[in-house]
């Protein structure tokens, strides 16, 4: 099986930024659909980014124009750059892989297989 393990959260100011990401481990396949949740305290979890095994991404609007995420296919690594962080960006965040590489970017929590344990991010 693959293993998803996030790391590069952590306690930053308002405005500040933040790196976060993803490695997989384990049994690896290289086609993976990779999406950005997050879950703050009292709050349902949210997709916030996607990213295609064919490199297209997707936004939940709360992240566009703040959130930018990537991968390195070499490292088998994704990432999710977060600028111009606010409280309200607080919470558990965590990312999820599917295999399958004709998956449109998706911000469906059940789109996903495999999660990791997440990391957390805290704004004050």
């Known amino acids: 099986h693959v293993q998803l393990v996030e790391s590069g959260g952590g306690s930053v100011q308002s405005g500040g930024s933040l790196r976060l990401s993803c490695v997989a481990s384990?049994?690896?396949?290289?086609?993976?659909?990779v999406a950005w949740f997050r879950q703050g305290p009292g709050k349902e979890r949210e997709g916030v980014a996607s990213?295609?095994?064919?490199?297209?991404?997707l936004y939940a609007d709360s992240a566009k124009g703040q959130f930018t995420i990537s991968k390195d296919n070499a490292e088998n690594t994704w990432y999710l750059q977060m600028n111009s962080l606010k409280p309200e960006d607080t919470g558990m965040y965590y990312c999820?892989?599917?295999?399958?590489?004709?998956?449109?970017?998706?911000?469906?929590?059940?789109?996903?297989?495999?999660w990791g344990q997440g990391t957390q991010v805290t704004v004050s």
């Open positions: 999820a892989a599917v295999d399958r590489p004709w998956r449109p970017p998706s911000l469906r929590d059940y789109d996903y297989t495999v």
């Open positions: 384990g049994r690896i396949k290289t086609e993976y659909c």
């Open positions: 990213i295609s095994f064919t490199n297209i991404g």
